[in-house]
């Protein structure tokens, strides 16, 4: 069992169901639905084997497979998880089956539209997974990139919205622009390896190089360059403001389990990218645009709660608000403290359950009334209020109550913050105020006072829904509760980036003039 390439099992399991549906004749809805559901649980059991047999105090790569692919460029299939990786691969295993429940009829009448519906989404979770895997440059690219094309069809071709083509183009347009612009720079970082020791691909031999001063001869300028072509396509997929403005459009127009798809799944390949690539690859010059990145997610955690607040479409008010949480992430990532970072990574995980929780339960809402109206809602809490009872519990876990699992991420990112830029963690804080503001507003308009006209037909979750929604919320009071078996996974990779891109925690401040004693201040 030892010699199993469970790595490679792991995306190409929902590739081969991807394809397999695909193939099957016209008119086999439901056995397309089933079969779908089947691969992404038994994606599900790999990923919890590679989780479970990740061992906390090992290498910093586990499970490594190397194989080569294109040798006269120095490209090789190098895959290998790192803890961050592993904690990256479990939610989108955890996320794509309860996706695949939750649109369970979102395929269309068509014959073929579930098994085109339910292949797209196999087709995406195999390409976040491989990308979040990859240890090869190159490798990682081909899947960045070509993860858009089942997206843009997924949004144009299913989702509910009148503007969907639109959305999709747009969506599609910003993308492969931020692509376009990290390929000429994954060009030119083989061009500084094969002019430096022999060209390669090998993410691992890169970092190791320029730890070793392998590319002391090249210009800083240079990797600066390279760094905002990197930086710029994460910063597009992620979205980090004001790069952002395809985000809400796909995900109103999208189907509610697509919009999932995108905030909690895809786009964490952006922000994870981030704390890879960028970091590791480019350490100086991250830490060179160290301020202005975190100016820009500052920034982005006030603008997406501010813009939220005034929403009258609440799928387009809950979009707002993941713009504001990649702000705590990406801030958390670039302070470059432990706690800053770890915390980053937990939230990945934990903005992906309170998000699709969020998402998923207003979908359902709407499928039943027909209008994304925010006004069009009242009252109910009283015709649906096992409904309403988990939408309430997903929108505190969304403005980050204590007790629910994003509470300890913001945090620790508000903790690593502060501790480096408190101007910044200060400024921070203001969108927990405003999280509370945009989340109880929403709930009270459309779930309290009496039932509004045209919402008296309003049924409670079905079995089907339940489903979904039950273990999203028992994560949410797990990971809330007891966040420690998740943060052991990650504090050892954290503390790996922080020695690979020579950063340390700040020391503590000392009170100037403040009378110390062999223990400490007077109090």
Not at 121 to 143: C, K, Q, R, W
Not at 193 to 207: C, K, L
Not at 234 to 258: G, M, N, Q, S, Y
Request: glycine share 10%.
């Amino acid at each position: 069992m030892t010699n199993v390439p469970w790595l490679s099992v792991l995306w190409l399991v929902p590739l081969a169901g991807s394809i397999l549906i695909i193939l099957m004749p016209p008119g086999l809805r439901q056995l397309a639905k089933w079969t779908g559901l089947v691969i992404s649980i038994l994606t599900l059991a790999v990923a919890l084997g590679v989780t479970l047999g990740f061992k906390t105090g090992g290498a910093p790569y586990q499970f490594l497979e190397k194989h080569p692919w294109i040798p006269a460029v120095g490209a090789g299939y190098n895959l290998g998880v790192d803890g961050i990786a592993v904690i990256l691969v479990l939610l989108t295993a955890i996320l794509v089956p309860l996706l695949l429940v939750a649109g369970w009829n979102d395929g269309g009448e068509s014959p073929r539209g579930p098994q085109a519906y339910v292949a797209l989404t196999l087709a995406i979770e195999s390409m976040v997974l491989i990308s979040v895997i990859a240890l090869d440059v190159l490798l990682f690219y081909v899947f960045f990139e070509a993860m858009l094309v089942p997206m843009y069809f997924l949004i144009g071709g299913f989702g509910k919205g009148t503007a969907r083509s639109r959305a999709a183009v747009k969506f599609l347009l910003y993308n492969l622009f931020g692509g376009l612009i990290m390929l000429a720079a994954v060009i030119e970082l083989y061009a500084v390896t094969e002019q430096h020791g022999g060209g390669t691909f090998d993410f691992r031999e890169i970092v190791t190089g320029i730890s070793s001063g392998r590319f002391a001869g090249v210009d800083p300028a240079v990797f600066k360059a390279l760094f905002g072509g990197f930086m710029f396509a994460f910063a597009v997929k992620a979205p980090l403001w004001p790069f952002h403005r395809w985000l809400p459009d796909a995900c109103v127009e999208a189907t509610p389990a697509t919009a999932v798809l995108i905030t909690a799944v895809m786009d964490k390949v952006g922000t994870f990218g981030m704390l890879r690539y960028c970091l590791q690859l480019f350490p100086d010059a991250s830490t060179y645009f160290r301020p202005l990145i975190v100016t820009l997610a500052i920034i982005g955690v006030i603008y997406g709660a501010i813009v939220a607040i005034g929403q009258k479409d609440m799928m387009r008010l809950i979009a707002y608000t993941s713009i504001s949480h990649f702000g705590f992430i990406i801030a958390g990532i670039f302070v470059m403290t432990s706690q800053g970072q770890s915390g980053s990574t937990l939230y990945m995980l934990n903005h992906g359950l309170s998000t699709a929780a969020v998402f998923l339960i207003a979908g359902f809402l709407v499928t039943r009334r027909g209008s994304r109206l925010i006004a069009d809602y009242g009252g109910v809490q009283n015709v649906a209020p096992v409904l309403a009872g988990t939408f309430l519990v997903s929108a505190m876990a969304t403005l980050s109550l204590p007790g629910l699992a994003p509470f300890i991420s913001e945090f620790l990112v508000l903790l690593g913050t502060f501790n480096r830029y408190w101007v910044a963690g200060a400024f921070g804080v203001t969108a927990l105020v405003l999280a509370a503001i945009y989340m109880l507003w929403l709930y009270q308009r459309v779930m309290t006072k009496p039932v509004a006209q045209g919402n008296e037909g309003i049924g409670d979750l079905r079995l089907r829904e339940l489903a979904v929604v039950a273990p999203l919320m028992a994560l949410l009071f797990v990971f809330g509760i007891y966040p420690k078996p998740v943060l052991d996974i990650i504090n050892p990779a954290v503390d790996h980036t922080m020695i690979t891109i020579g950063q340390h925690d700040p020391a503590p401040k000392v009170l100037v003039g403040v009378p110390r004693t062999a223990e400490g201040p007077h109090q």
